[in-house]
């Protein structure tokens, strides 16, 4: 397991979100808040952030590949990543569960990420979504851990603060790279006739 790569940043190019924050830190717990506005319809910002194969950084997974991770959009759904073994057999993990779901709206999981899975800890990831006009949306995402880390929870904050970032990031790159679908009430264009 890559418990070190889960929270090394990589030289990614990435800008950090609109709001970025630590809330509060403690050796019990600690909250971060981030917000960033993607600009795409909130429909599209769901049906990216329902697929995080798209955007999840492969460098914060078990894996080595995003494309290992899913979603199960629905209450008790798993946000897990399948994983071969060196012998080929397929194993799994679990980064968190949803105990919320409200279609094009909210999803919150429970669950510790990476390295806090080692720990007797709980997180509760929570991503909102509020639309800004009708082609952008404002994704902000929370997430509250509480109970018992070694190293005092206080210490990975920041650290979790921004591997969380990279991914929200990924989340609004994904989405604007997106093509958004043709409604069905906008006439086709008719293709040039050939001769």
């Known amino acids: ?26 050796p019990a717990g600690f909250e971060i808040k981030q917000v960033v506005t993607v600009d795409v ?3 599209q910002a769901w049906d990216t952030l329902r697929a995080p194969q798209r955007w999840w950084s492969k460098e914060h997974t078990y894996s080595d590949d995003s494309a290992n991770l899913y979603l199960d959009a629905q209450a008790t759904g ?36 990476g390295p806090l899975q080692a ?13 800004e006009g009708s082609n952008a949306t404002r994704v902000t995402m929370n ?32 989405a604007e790279a997106t093509p958004a ?4 009430d906008k006439p086709k264009k008719k293709k040039p006739e050939t001769r």
């Open 181 to 184: 679908a043709e409604s069905e």
């Open 78 to 113: 798993c946000f897990c990543e399948r994983m071969k073994g060196a012998d080929g057999s397929v194993g799994s993990v679990e980064h968190a569960r949803i105990v919320y779901i409200a279609p094009g709206r909210m999803i919150r999981l429970t669950g510790a990420l």
């Open 1 to 26: 397991m890559r418990f070190a790569g889960l929270f090394t940043l990589a030289a990614i190019g990435f800008a950090t979100p609109a709001t970025a924050d630590v809330v509060q830190a403690t």
């Open 119 to 131: 720990e007797a800890v709980i997180g509760t990831l929570t991503f909102r979504l509020d639309p």
């Open 143 to 174: 997430y509250v851990v509480g109970g018992y880390v070694r190293a005092g929870a206080d210490t990975l904050a920041p650290k979790v603060d921004e591997v969380l970032a990279v991914q929200l990031l990924g989340l609004k790159s994904a």
């Open 41 to 43: 319809p909130i429909a």
